[in-house]
């Protein structure tokens, strides 16, 4: 039995028999790490050290006969936006190489409570900006699937540590399609909870109205486990929600007879890998075999989408990314004369050129003269693509589409055409904008390529997002399937 | 020099407010201590924080406006204002634009006699900034320049007047009423030494008779009412002097040279920020419950103008009353006082006599009195009742001061109690009488006045402790029969 391809509900179960050990784990783990991660490059930084002190006092304590809790020994890692006191956090750019934050993210915290072992900080797009990883200013991860190829971003390396077992699950973050694009690319389950239901503090910030951690599991039972304990009220994020978390795991039923599932046309339009659309049809119709009623629906404003997102998010990202000044932590170029020279020059040396485009585009955005004809109209359309999600919801329990309109594309493909690649988020943008939950779970394959089946529900709803994933995961094989990280 | 020309000027007030701790973290607001200590990652700014709203600061800032006659807003929000400077951490403050906590409202000022209102165009919260110390003159011109990021996020409000003021003397009057106020209802320390509050002074003129705005400037940073006064009547000067020579203003941020005396250019405004205004996503909007304001509104202590209106229906002249409201502390001491010694005139004597005096040579203020309201108050009553003199009351206060002590226990210990026994006093007159006989021969030659000589010298005979009107009585009975 291969340990690292179990779940971590599998492997709890394991670690209650005490058939494992969590030391046994992560060096099953830390083994797997060496073998793939020369050509997979998800990590920044790897922590097997602390992991296995770590793993040794767990399993003195179930020496003792204590019971360890749903993911208490578990190995796993973090997306590299998410501060860990004494652990560099980098968000993948050089201006914060040398950063080593003296506090944890509420997650992490969450996460050390629950007992999970950490085994390291993953690869992003610098500053989880872009959709590919190679934003990244340190390694292009790959996509376990098939080496030439991209993971999907931002969180292209938690994604593909997951994928390639090098982890059991991992936490990502998602602004405009950062967990579930690549999710959709590597064939795994990810999700991007409520707006508001995972606290942000400890995430370094991208676009503050629009981040949100989520979960990235082989499986939807991981992810509910995974939810019960990263969500809740944090009352040091005030955009936290007051609500009360529920049992996700209440939600893994087998059984979607009579759920409404609507189709919104926008979504399956130009642009679209007709492979994926095919895919997506027979995923509907499994659905629909299973129970569920299907019907196409209309959201008017979905081709506002990305021009909206464009203007918030860059808007957002060009205040929250200037903090990094090299006048108190982080990179400071040497030889810079004044201070105004030290601003400019640290952050030309510092940022790359996504992180600047955006920076400009939103700098722009707020720029007097400018406001009201970009941001605050943006605003505007925000709030009509909300609405067209809340008409939806008084017709549909959920909506769905495909994750992204492509399955993973080659390094280098887009990368030359910003805009090019901005599409590949035009599905899962949206949600975002509104606010409210999304899942990708494995579907099928598009020439050998998984493709990520796209699930939105209503705010506060991950029930039944989780309920129709879990059923269908009960009844296809398709989260089974391991890449054989080669080339295709 | 004003020549034709009307002052036009309006003031931005920016007051830390005297809540414990910062407005987004839990750390202390407290003044001084060691470079970079009152600190934590939030008002650092470090990577990934968040900011949690002070309530307390929303509740200062309710009110404030209560006090000045502000409406209160329902629904409020922080927006962020960027720009780029070391001393700002996140550089963007977190601040107010377009949805402040309060709008309106007014000031009653009262110059040469004349009552005037100012007009209040807004309130709102905002954060503090960090300090900057240079090694050399400024920034541009320093090898090295340190940040100490303690003061970072200590909470301010600023108040924004219309340009309403039309003196030198009006500006400063307002700002002296405003500091005033925000003393009584507690919301700010206003220490101006620790630079808890200062001043943004716009200022411009236009012909007499005109109802067009000239062209304006803004001096930023005043720290004193003085500085105020000296840097208006500077820009004044100035500026009647560019325009009688047929120049124009140019409209430009001025820096205050508080040795030289002038203003200087800082930044025109082509060169004007571009602040980048926007709602802050990491805060949610306020919904400010009328409940909140009305339990506020209940709590609100008498404003100053409210308490000086009751002084003078006590009989106080305005004076008297205008220098006892001058500072809550003041204004408190004299009410407990007054609370324990009904006689308000005599009360006030003495506040503003010999009480203040002894205060200003020792260099107190009024909290840290060694004599409190309670003992002026027993003090006063002693006289009242005679057993002691106006005269040995002075000497006891000089005591109070001195030791702590109560009146009652000083008078007691020293043996000051006043003599009012007839029979004590009658062999002391017949001595003073038998002795000063041409004195007795005056006061019998109709000249009244000679009775005091002799009183004098009774009451140097008993060391001052004699009752004067008592000896005053006896002796005119005695000379009287003689
Ligand atoms: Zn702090």
Redesign the pocket.
Known sequence: MDLTQLTAHELSDLLARRETSAVELVKAFSDRIDQVEENVKAFNILTRDKALEQAAKLDDKLARGEKPGPLEGIPMALKDNMCTKGVPTTCSSKILKSFVPPYNATVVERLAQAGSIMLGKLNLDEFAMGSSTENSAFAKTRNPWDLERVPGGSSGGAVASVSADEVVFALGSDTGGSIRQPAAFCGVVGLKPTYGYVSRFGLIAFASSLDQIGTLTKDVTDCALVMNVIAGHDPKDSTSAPVDKPDFTKSLINDIKGMRIGIPREYFGVGIDPEVDKVIRQAIAKLEELGAVVEECSLPHTEYAMPTYYLIAPAECSSNLARYDGVRYGYRAPESGDVVGMFKKSRAEGFGPEVKRRIMLGTYALSSGYYDAYYLKALKVRTLIKQDFDQAFEKFDLLLSPTAPTPAFKFGEKSANPLAMYLSDICTVPANLAGIPAISVPCGFADGLPVGLHLMGKAFDEGTLLRVAYTFEQNTDYHKVKPSLGVK | MLGDFEVVAGVEVHAELATKT?I????TTEFGGEQNT???????GLPGVLPVLNRQVVEYAIKTGLALNSEIAEFSKFDRKNYYYPDLPKNYQTSQYDLPICLGGYVEIEVDGVKKRIGITRVHMEEDAGKLVHSGATISTSDVSFVDYNR??VPLLEIVSEPDLRSVDETVAYLEKLVQILDYIEVSDCRMEQGSVRFDVNVSLRPKGSDKFGIRTETKNLNSFSSVRRCMEYEIERQAEILSEGGQVIQETRTWDEGKGITLSLRSKEEAHDYRYFPEPDLVPMVIERKWVERVRESMPELPDSRRQRLLGLGLSAYDAGVITSSRDLAEFFDQALAKFKDAKTLANWVMGDFLGLLKAKGLLVQSSPVKPEGLAELLTLVENGTISGKIAKTVIGEMFETGKGAAEIVKEKGLVQISDTSALAGIIDEVVNSNPQSVADFKAGKERAIGFLVGQVMKETKGQANPGLVNKLLKEKLETM
């Open positions: 910062k987004f973290c839990g750390c009152h600190v934590c990652p939030v008002c650092l970072t996020g």
